[in-house]
C-alpha cells in the first residue's frame, strides 16, 4: 500500500481533522503544530503568538485510493483562504491558509491547484494561502486529538 503524507492548515484543526478523516483512503490525520521556530510547541504557546507555528493536520493517505489532488480539492472546500491569518471569529497566525508539501510533486500540484482555484472565480478575493516546505510536525496534545469525534461533534464544513 502506498502511503504518503499531506499537511495543511486550514484554521483551528478539529474541524479540518475531522472532516479530512471521512474521505476514503485517509487512513490517519493527526492535529499538530507546523512552520514555526520552537521545537515542541504547546498549545498555549502557539495560541499565544510568537513561535510562528500554524494549527495544522498531518494526514497518512492511500495514494492508491485518494490522490494528493483530491485532498487539495478537500482542503479548498474547507474553509476560506481568502483571508490572511484568519478563519471565522478565529484570529492569529497559528490559523493561516497553508499547504506544506512534502516532495516536489507535491509542490507542483498544490501551485497548479492554486493557481486553478484563484482563476476558477470560487472566490470573491484572491487566495492567499501559502505554499511552503514541510518542516517539523509536532502533533498536539491529546485531547486536541478525535476533538469532534470524543465531544460527540459533527465535522465543520465551512465556509
Partial sequence: ????????AAGCFWGV?????????????????TGGSTAHPSYREVCAGGTGHAEAVEVSF???????????????QLHDPTTF??????????????????TPEQQAEA???????????AFARPIVTQILPAGPFYRAEEYHQRYFEKNGL??????
Fill in 62 to 76: 492511500d495514494s492508491a485510493r485518494v490522490s494528493y489532488r483530491e485532498l487539495l480539492r478537500h482542503f479548498w
Fill in 111 to 121: 501551485l497548479a491547484s492554486r493557481a486553478e482555484m484563484d482563476r476558477s472565480g
Fill in 1 to 8: 500500500m502506498p502511503t504518503e503524507k499531506a499537511t495543511f
Fill in 17 to 33: 481533522e475531522a472532516a479530512l478523516r471521512q474521505i476514503a483512503g485517509v487512513l490517519d490525520a493527526a492535529s499538530g503544530y
Fill in 154 to 159: 459533527g465535522a465543520c464544513h465551512a465556509p
Fill in 85 to 102: 491569518n484568519r478563519q471565522g471569529p478565529d484570529t492569529g497566525e497559528q490559523y493561516r491558509s497553508a499547504i506544506f508539501y512534502h
